[in-house]
Nanobody, 125 residues
Framework: QVQLVESGGGLVQAGGSLRLSCAAS????????VGWFRQAPGKEREFVGA????????YYGDSVKGRFTISRNNAKNTVSLQMNTLKPEDTAVYYC??????????????????WGQGTQVTVSS
């Protein structure tokens, strides 16, 4: 079983950057696909990005493509989300998640077995 803890959220002005981190404990981190999701008030959960176990493949949601970058360090059991050129519409609670499933299901939140508690990101205009 994996426990995930996000950090790095906060308040930033539009156009700025933030880097979120997710620390995993419990073992087996390198065997999981890791993903980032977000949820804004009154909206459905949205896929942000995912990275395969070895880091060989990354996937991004259309709304963040070209602005956000996922990286992972399996030796340190961490995954990061670098967010650049932030927009007010990026405001949400951001969650990291981990799971094992068919690679094609990376954008489906229900496929992830483990979730962090979330970290708030607020982008002011």
């Amino acid at each position: 079983q994996v426990q995930l803890v996000e950090s790095g959220g906060g308040l930033v002005q539009a156009g700025g950057s933030l880097r979120l981190s997710c620390a995993a404990s419990g073992g087996g981190f390198s065997s999981y696909t890791v993903g980032w999701f977000r949820q804004a008030p009154g909206k459905e959960r949205e896929f942000v990005g995912a990275m395969t176990r070895s880091g060989g493949r990354t996937y991004y949601g259309d709304s963040v493509k070209g602005r956000f970058t996922i990286s992972r360090n399996n030796a340190k059991n961490t995954v990061s989300l670098q967010m650049n050129t932030l927009k007010p519409e990026d405001t949400a609670v951001y969650y990291c998640a981990a799971g094992t499933f068919l690679y094609s299901d990376y954008a489906i939140g229900e496929r992830y077995a483990y979730w962090g508690q979330g970290t708030q990101v607020t982008v002011s205009s």
